[in-house]
């Protein structure tokens, strides 16, 4: 490759003042895995935490441990810790549920916060599940709600008086375009509209600042950037000064004032914890608190500048490299408004990504052409990338993805 040397990008690494916590991860050994932005790896904490929460608090402990052990405060002990990775108070997060559940849990309490109101806007790029349960809630709830779904470019003429919520995504699945979440919180506050964000592909990779911008309500998961393990539990925030008139969607009795009174009639706790439903899942909460711990050893901003870093590298390093293969930028090239991933266009993309596999670089391909290459700072070294374009040029140079084995078929990511 011309320009920067494999050995520059090894340099890179050794002045990396993230670089001790790749350590800290269990990494097989022989991959380059850029899909944490789907699933993040595994902490080493987590598989000793889980080792011990297994054979001691269940296995030994048994029912005793959800006192002795806490298993009972872990949502708000570790929903606590989740508000510093994203500028909020440690009363305004809970850990729960998923990150569908909790939008549909939190849209409808906002709805009921703008009783007037009807519409709904978001984008038309938006994670589908985020559009699904907009949808499904409008139906549900039969008042004649409506979404207003537009461009990204178009979503400050789309707010006005009649809005009630706007639904937006931090940084975009598909193309890591991140939106300018303190302006447009602004825009939507001119207008009297309350703001839901969905800090999915965001929390964990960058700073966020939700209570500096006046952010209303937000939702995340908890296994892309945060590690927490598959399926990890999400999270959701109230800012502080709708606690209270914020109702539980969901009356389930983790969310009463004294669950263990077992009242026949429901009583919503007073604080965040009337948003929790049923019964936390100890397993998950243990693992993602692991994840969580760990990020909360980084310092964010740095996080923030190696992950612009590494996608600027990647992309820098495919244009050199890759030039003759025709694939386009999907990503905005301005790190300052990109996400923690890279994606860029090639109409074989699904059978790159699957020859790219089997040569030991993971990444994704979401339809109909883009492939994602997710850069999780954490764990990640400038000298992956190196190999992970150079993986990608032999693919390309060998055309290793024209086989009949890489033709496209429903699989699970
Ligand atoms: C922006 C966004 N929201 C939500 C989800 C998923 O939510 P859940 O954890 O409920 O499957 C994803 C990815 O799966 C996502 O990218
Ligand atoms: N949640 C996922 C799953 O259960 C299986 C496979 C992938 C996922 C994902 O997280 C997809 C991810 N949100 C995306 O950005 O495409």
Known sequence: MYGLSRD????????DPLGTLRGR?????GLIYLDGNSLGALPVGARQRLDELVRVQWGEDLIRSWNRHDWIGMPRRIGAKIARLIGARDDEVIAADSTSINLFKLLAAALRLRPRRRIIVSERTNFPTDL????GLIELLGQGHELRLVHADELSDALDEKVAVLVMTQVDYRSGRLHDLAALTRQAQAKGVLTLWDLSHSAGAMPIELNAAGVDMAVGCG????NGGPGAPAYLFIARRHLRDAQPTIAGWMGHAAPFTFAPDYRPAAGIERHLVGTPPVLGLAALEVGVDLLLEADLQLVREKSRRLGDLYLRLLDQECAAFGFEHACPHDSTRR??????RHPQGYAIIQALIVEGVIGDFRAPDILRFGLAPLYLRY???????AALHRVMASQAWNKPEFKRKATVT
């Open 223 to 226: 296994y892309k950037y945060l």
């Open 132 to 135: 699904y349960i907009i949808e």
């Open 8 to 15: 520059d990008c090894e340099r890179l690494d050794r002045e």
């Open 383 to 389: 000298v992956d990338i190196w190999d992970a374009v």
């Open 25 to 29: 991860f269990e990494l097989p050994s």
């Open 339 to 344: 996400g923690s991933q890279v994606a860029v």
